[in-house]
């Protein structure tokens, strides 16, 4: 019961930043809802850790690879090109290290994590086929981020060299997510977390429309 009010309050307040979000940022002030995007992905961070069952090592152990994995990733990018292509961070997401903001750690983990629970509840039989689960899960986290690329530089969260947005980069992201996703099976963390896949869905949505509105 306790765990059905949490989904149900977090799903109220996450429909409504994120509908609110849409409207102020395609007709009123652009420049304010953006400057709340670390508020926003902080606060859906919370909401999803709310709705976790328990959180025991393996979650806290899962959420230190995946922070720590694309964090260091997306350094490596930013600062040689090696991986991603060619981009750099604004302002707009916080305190960075190294040209990195420290929430892109929080949005990998959100981001393959949410896609895995999308997988191993939508297609249950997976959950003993660690590989093609971690396909699935690693092509709806890059599906994910194909859809929020453009709305993103848009908005100034980042930006890439002359405005192109390479081919290389969804090919990373596919790869380290695929990481990810294999390491989640080694730790064996199949908690269900409600939350997670309205969630996923949500963002999608926000970046879609956001994509067709200003994209």
């Not at 707009?92 to 959100?110: D, R, T």
């Not at 977390?193 to 994509?211: E, G, H, K, S």
């Amino acid at each position: 019961m306790i765990i059905r009010n949490h989904f149900n309050i977090s799903l109220f307040i996450a429909l409504l930043v994120h509908v609110a979000g849409v409207i102020g940022i395609a007709f009123f002030n652009r420049s304010f809802f953006v400057a709340m995007t670390p508020v926003n992905l902080l606060l859906m961070f919370i909401l999803l850790g709310w709705n976790e069952i328990s959180i025991g090592k393996q979650w806290l152990m899962f959420l230190t690879v995946a922070f720590f994995t694309g964090f260091v990733t997306e350094i490596i990018g930013v600062n040689t090109s090696w991986l991603f292509g060619h981009y750099a961070y604004g302002s707009l997401l916080g305190p960075k290290l190294l040209g990195v903001p420290f929430l892109i750690g929080i949005n990998w983990f959100c981001i393959v994590y949410c896609s895995l629970q999308l997988v191993l509840n939508w297609i249950p039989a997976l959950k003993t086929q660690w590989m093609g689960a971690s396909l699935f899960a690693a092509f709806f986290a890059t599906l994910f981020d194909w859809m929020m690329e453009p709305v993103a530089m848009v908005l100034g969260y980042w930006q890439w060299e002359n405005g192109v947005i390479p081919l290389y980069n969804y090919v990373c992201w596919f790869f380290i997510s695929l990481l990810l996703s294999m390491i989640y099976f080694r730790i064996s963390l199949f908690q269900k977390n409600a939350f997670a896949i309205p969630l996923l869905v949500i963002q999608f949505l926000f970046f879609l429309v956001l994509r067709i509105l200003i994209g």
